[in-house]
C-alpha cells in the first residue's frame, strides 16, 4: 500500500497566501481601516477643539452685550437653512440617521449622496457654523457622520467599493467617530451593534475593535486620559435612594420619548403645521425658530445656546447657577434648533437637559445623593431620545469614569427605554433614516417612471436629493403615518 503524498512546499506556500492571516488583499484593508481610524481620530480632535473655539467666540460676543444673540442667532440659522437647501442638504440634522441609511441601502449612489467627502467636509463646517451662531445644537452626531464619511471615501478610494465592503468602512468609521468624540471607547462600540447595525457579525468584531482602539489611541494621546464629565465618586446605596431610579427612569424617559416624537415628521397637528410652514418659507422659519431660542435663553442665567456642557458638569458637581427651570428651557431650545434643520447633534444637548431635570427631580428625593441623581437622569433621557439603552448605559459610565452606579444607570435607561415607547413607538434615528430611505426610493419611482402631462416638470437626470427630515416634507408629499414597532 502505497503512503499518501505529502503536501508539497510550494502548495503550503499557496495556502498560506490565499489564507486571511498573509492575504495581500486582507492587509490592504486592514492598512485603510488603520489609517483611516486615524484620520477620524485626528478629525474629531479637531472638530472638538474648533467647536469648543466656536462657541467660546459666541460666548464672549454675549459677554460684551447679550442683546447681539438677537441679530446673530437668527441670521445664522437662516443662512444655515438657506446654505442646506442644495447640494448641502445631507447635511442637516445629527448625521446619525444619515450613516444608518447608507448602511441599510447597499447602493453606491445612494451612499455616495450621503457620505462623500464633500458632505464631510460640509458637515464639520457648517455645524461650527451653528455653534458660532449660538445653536443648541452638539458635536458628536456630526462626528459620528464626517467618520462614516472618511472610511466610506477611503475604501472606495482604494478599491473596496462593493456593497459588503462598504458597510463595514462605514460602520467601523461610525463607531471610531462616537468613540473618539466622547473619548468612550466601549461605548464606540456598543454604538455600531446596538443604534447602527441591529445585529453583531463575527467578522466584524477584529475591525470595529481595531478601529476604536486607534481611533480613541489618537485622541487619547493628543488630549490625555480624560473623562468628558470629569471623574466623579458617586453612588447609589440599596434602599430608598433607589426610588431616583424609578423617578428618573419613569420622567425623564417619558421626556426623551416626547422629544423624539416632536422632531420626528407627521402630517397632522402641530408638526405638520411647522412642517408646512418650514416647507413654504425654510429661511423664514430657521430665523424664527433663531429668534426663539433666543427669547428663552433670555428667562435664564446662562443661557441656553451650544452643547450645554458647562451647565451639565456645573449641575453635576452641584456648583451651577441655572435657572431651575433650565431643563424645561433646553428641552425647548433644542426643539427650535432642530425644526431649524440645520447641522447639528442632539447627543450632549441632550445629557444637558437630562441634568437639568434631575437637578429638578433631586430636589424631591432628599435621600438620595443629588450627583447620583442627575446622572441617572441624565442616562434616561439619552436612553428616552434614543432608544438606545445600552448605549446611553455606557457612554454615562464613560463620560463619568464611574462604576459604582452601573446597575442604577442600566435599570433606569431599560426604564426610560419602555417609558419613552409609549411616546414613540420606533428609535428616532431608526425611523429618521427610514425617511431618507423612503425619500430615495420615490425618487428613482419617479425617475424610472416615463414623463406624463401630469409629470413633464420632473427632470429625470436632477441629482438626488436627500437630507435628513426635520420637519421639512413637501406638504404635497403625502406623509406615511408613524411607523409601528415590530411584534
Known sequence: MSE????????????????DLFSPTQWRRRVLFWSGAVMVGLAAVG???????????FHRMLEHSRW????????????????????????????????????????????KSLLSLRVALGKMALTLAALLGGASVGREGPTVHVGAGLLY????????????AAGRFILAGSAAGLAAAFNTPLAGVVFAIEEMSGAFEHRMSGILLTAVIIAGVVSLGILGNYAYFGRLDIGLPLGRAWWAVLA???GCGLAGGLFARLILPHDRGLRGAMGRLRARHPVLFAAACGL?????????????????????????????????????????????????????????????????????????????????????????????????PLTATVISMELTANQQMALPIMATCLLARAA???????PVYRALAERLIEGYEQELALRETPPSSADADVDAGAEVDIGEPALVEDPATPTPPEPREPT
Open 248 to 250: 428618573t427612569g419613569i
Open 68 to 111: 447681539w444673540a438677537f441679530v446673530v442667532t437668527p441670521s445664522t440659522f437662516a443662512l444655515l437653512a438657506w446654505l442646506t437647501s442644495g447640494a448641502l442638504k445631507p447635511t442637516r440634522g445629527s448625521g446619525i440617521p444619515q450613516a444608518i441609511a447608507a448602511l441599510k441601502v447597499e447602493d453606491e449612489d445612494f451612499r
Open 292 to 388: 426663539a431660542l433666543v427669547l428663552l435663553s433670555q428667562l435664564t442665567r446662562t443661557g441656553l445656546y451650544g452643547t450645554g456642557y458647562a451647565q451639565a458638569r456645573a449641575i453635576l458637581e452641584g456648583q451651577h447657577e441655572t435657572t431651575g427651570a433650565f431643563g424645561a428651557l433646553k428641552f425647548l431650545g433644542n426643539i427650535a434648533s432642530y425644526w431649524a434643520g440645520i447641522p447639528g447633534g442632539i447627543f450632549s444637548p441632550a445629557l444637558a437637559v437630562g441634568a437639568g431635570l434631575g437637578d429638578n427631580i433631586a430636589a424631591l428625593l432628599p435621600g438620595a445623593d443629588a450627583p447620583a441623581v442627575v446622572l441617572l437622569a441624565m442616562a434616561a433621557y439619552l436612553s428616552g431620545v434614543t432608544q438606545a
Open 47 to 57: 472638530f472638538a477643539q474648533a467647536a469648543d473655539a466656536a462657541f467660546g467666540l
Open 153 to 164: 471615501s477611503l475604501g472606495r478610494r482604494f478599491g473596496f467599493a462593493d456593497a459588503a
Open 420 to 426: 419613552s415607547s409609549l411616546l414613540c413607538r420606533k
Open 4 to 19: 499518501p503524498d505529502a503536501e508539497t512546499p510550494p502548495s503550503r506556500l499557496r495556502r498560506l497566501a490565499d489564507s
